[in-house]
């Protein structure tokens, strides 16, 4: 049997007071649409629509997912118009899933038992009982005929907040926007739709009147919790919709062992992955994919975004590692910061130490080497055990080109020396403090390339002219 997913993305999200259509607006790093489509995504679905509109570029530019197709809403007459857009895309026979783009953290296992109580044949709802459901469309059970509080027994319909009797909003369950249809009844319904209401729009939800005169059986599933069904209207909305993310997922990271210093100063937005005996302190934050070895340490204030950090490496506070494409590895047993940056293409190996002030751009540093203070290493190749002085520069740019330097294993690079790329430092060189190095240094000498130091015997401080 068929199943097609139809997610409605095409609102404006006023109370966000953004120029970003509300669906683009990110949660842990992602936009709010993606979230409901990778879950989409993981339902198995012969095809997914998104209804688009306001911003619809923008928003078809950002989506991915198998099987993903966009029709556009113009302009965007209520939620019944936005799915009787999509209805040409559906199959005809099979169940149709109905997800809202501004509701990001609908679990797969609710949609599926949503699909399953649907089974092509009944219309599913998914609710939830609200402490304050102002704003919701209300579940309407029990005697169809007249009485209008909710009683229990069968649902009859949903009556949308403007639209409900007083008696009507005391109702405290509410429709979450989470349906699944038969996809030949839905088709039917939606274009019988009527906007004849308070807010002159065709409502999705009218189709469950429909359903019940028409004795098609609707059942209401209940979901697992509040946080998968909230949606996303405005910004405070969006603050507790990551604070509630973020608790969750560094609860799945504390229950896999890994010591968080307090799980709420932690910000996940991508995919973390760690070892053993990890320890990660306050207020960091990691994007992209990061891996962290066994008995990695982690202290406050860092920003890791796509890593792959070795086991038993100590990343200190303050630390900034930025491994966009290509990404940045450390190797086993490495300090790295305070306040250190590793930039794209940073790979350092095991045992290499990485100081404060010192950054490190697409550079290989073997095993054993140390660049421990005030520091630039951009394009180059650094030996084993080489110990690159503070105030050391590799000049890598010329204005129109970047070239590569390449350092010797054991080489001694002296303070505040300038390596003016491409240049060849061999095994075991030395380089004086203070020198600017504009050709190769042979292996094993002391190379040095400065001015002299004079001291002048008979000179006068000028004085003062009276
Ligand atoms: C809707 C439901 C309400 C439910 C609530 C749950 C209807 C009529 N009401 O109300 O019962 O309690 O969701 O959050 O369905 N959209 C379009 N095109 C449109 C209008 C809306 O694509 O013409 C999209 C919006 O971008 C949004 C979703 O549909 O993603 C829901 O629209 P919204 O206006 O927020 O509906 P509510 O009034 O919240
Ligand atoms: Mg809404």
Same mark, same amino acid.
């Given at each position: 049997?068929?199943?097609?997913?139809?997610?409605?993305?095409?609102?404006?999200?006023?109370?966000?007071?953004?120029?970003?259509?509300?669906? &683009?607006?990110?949660?842990?790093?992602?936009?709010?649409?993606?979230?409901?489509?990778?879950?989409?995504?993981?339902?198995?679905?012969?095809?997914?629509?998104?209804?688009?509109?306001?911003?619809?570029?923008?928003?078809?530019?950002?989506? /991915?997912?198998?099987? #993903?197709?966009?029709?556009?809403?113009?302009?965007?007459?209520?939620? !019944?118009?936005?799915?009787?857009?999509?209805?040409?895309? &559906?199959?005809?026979?099979?169940?149709?899933?109905? %997800?809202?783009?501004?509701?990001? %953290?609908?679990?797969?296992?609710?949609?599926?038992?949503?699909?399953?109580?649907?089974?092509?044949?009944?219309?599913? %709802? #998914?609710?939830?009982?609200?402490?304050?459901?102002?704003?919701?469309?209300?579940?309407?059970?029990?005697?169809?005929?007249?009485?209008?509080? /909710?009683?229990?027994?069968?649902?009859?319909?949903?009556?949308?907040?403007?639209?409900?009797?007083?008696?009507?909003?005391?109702?405290?369950?509410?429709?979450? !926007?989470?349906?699944?249809?038969?996809?030949?009844?839905?088709?039917?319904?939606?274009?019988?739709?009527?906007?004849?209401?308070?807010?002159?729009?065709?409502?999705?939800?009218?189709?469950?009147?429909?359903?019940?005169?028409? !004795?098609?059986?609707?059942?209401?599933?209940?979901?697992?919790?509040?946080?998968?069904? %909230?949606?996303? =209207?405005?910004?405070?909305?969006?603050?507790?919709?990551?604070?509630?993310?973020?608790?969750?997922?560094?609860?799945?990271?504390?229950?896999?062992?890994?010591?968080?210093?307090?799980?709420?100063?932690?910000?996940?937005?991508?995919?973390?992955?760690?070892?053993?005996?990890?320890?990660?302190?306050? =207020?960091?934050?990691?994007?992209?994919?990061?891996?962290?070895?066994?008995?990695?340490?982690?202290?406050?204030?860092?920003?890791?975004?796509?890593?792959?950090?070795?086991?038993?490496?100590?990343?200190?506070?303050?630390?900034?590692?930025?491994?966009?494409?290509?990404?940045?590895?450390?190797?086993?047993?490495?300090?790295?910061?305070?306040?250190?940056?590793?930039?794209?293409?940073?790979?350092?190996?095991?045992?290499?130490?990485?100081?404060?002030?010192?950054?490190?751009?697409?550079?290989?540093?073997?095993?054993?080497?140390?660049?421990?203070?005030?520091?630039?290493?951009?394009?180059?190749?650094?030996?084993?055990?080489? =110990?690159?002085?503070?105030?050391?520069?590799?000049? =890598?740019?010329?204005?129109?080109?970047?070239?590569?330097?390449?350092?010797?294993?054991?080489?001694?690079?002296?303070?505040?020396?300038?390596?003016?790329?491409?240049?060849?430092?061999?095994?075991?060189?030395?380089?004086?403090?203070?020198?600017?190095?504009?050709?190769?240094?042979?292996?094993?000498?002391?190379?040095?390339?400065?001015?002299?130091?004079?001291?002048?015997?008979?000179?006068?401080?000028?004085?003062?002219?009276?």
């Amino acid at each position: 049997m068929a199943l097609d997913i139809v997610i409605m993305a095409a609102g404006k999200g006023t109370r966000m007071k953004s120029a970003l259509p509300k669906v &683009l607006h990110r949660l842990a790093g992602r936009s709010l649409l993606q979230h409901v489509l990778q879950t989409a995504a993981g339902l198995g679905a012969h095809g997914i629509v998104v209804v688009t509109g306001h911003g619809a570029d923008a928003v078809e530019a950002s989506a /991915h997912a198998p099987r #993903l197709r966009f029709v556009r809403q113009i302009p965007q007459l209520g939620t !019944g118009h936005a799915v009787l857009q999509a209805a040409p895309l &559906l199959h005809d026979t099979g169940t149709t899933l109905i %997800l809202n783009g501004d509701v990001p %953290l609908i679990e797969a296992a609710t949609a599926q038992a949503l699909i399953d109580s649907c089974g092509g044949a009944k219309l599913a %709802l #998914l609710t939830i009982t609200l402490d304050d459901p102002s704003g919701y469309g209300r579940v309407l059970r029990g005697d169809p005929a007249g009485r209008d509080a /909710h009683e229990g027994g069968r649902v009859h319909g949903i009556v949308e907040h403007k639209d409900a009797t007083p008696l009507q909003r005391q109702i405290h369950e509410v429709y979450t !926007g989470v349906m699944a249809a038969p996809t030949a009844h839905l088709k039917r319904w939606l274009a019988a739709l009527k906007n004849d209401n308070t807010q002159g729009e065709y409502y999705l939800t009218d189709i469950v009147a429909m359903a019940v005169a028409e !004795g098609v059986p609707v059942t209401a599933t209940t979901a697992a919790s509040e946080t998968e069904v %909230l949606g996303v =209207n405005s910004p405070v909305q969006l603050a507790d919709l990551e604070r509630r993310f973020q608790r969750a997922q560094a609860t799945v990271l504390m229950n896999a062992g890994v010591r968080l210093a307090d799980p709420a100063r932690i910000d996940v937005r991508g995919e973390l992955r760690c070892g053993a005996d990890v320890e990660i302190d306050v =207020n960091c934050v990691f994007e992209g994919a990061v891996a962290l070895g066994d008995r990695v340490r982690i202290g406050a204030n860092c920003v890791i975004r796509n890593a792959v950090i070795g086991a038993d490496t100590i990343i200190h506070p303050f630390t900034h590692i930025d491994g966009e494409a290509p990404g940045v590895s450390v190797g086993a047993g490495a300090r790295v910061g305070p306040f250190a940056r590793l930039r794209p293409g940073a790979v350092l190996g095991e045992d290499v130490h990485i100081g404060n002030f010192v950054e490190v751009k697409n550079a290989t540093l073997a095993r054993g080497a140390k660049a421990n203070h005030l520091a630039y290493i951009g394009d180059a190749s650094i030996g084993e055990r080489v =110990n690159f002085g503070a105030g050391g520069i590799v000049a =890598n740019y010329d204005g129109a080109n970047k070239h590569r330097t390449v350092i010797g294993a054991d080489a001694h690079i002296g303070s505040n020396c300038v390596l003016v790329a491409p240049v060849n430092i061999g095994d075991g060189a030395t380089l004086g403090a203070g020198s600017t190095i504009s050709k190769d240094a042979p292996a094993g000498q002391l190379t040095v390339a400065r001015a002299r130091q004079v001291s002048l015997a008979g000179w006068k401080r000028p004085s003062k002219r009276t």
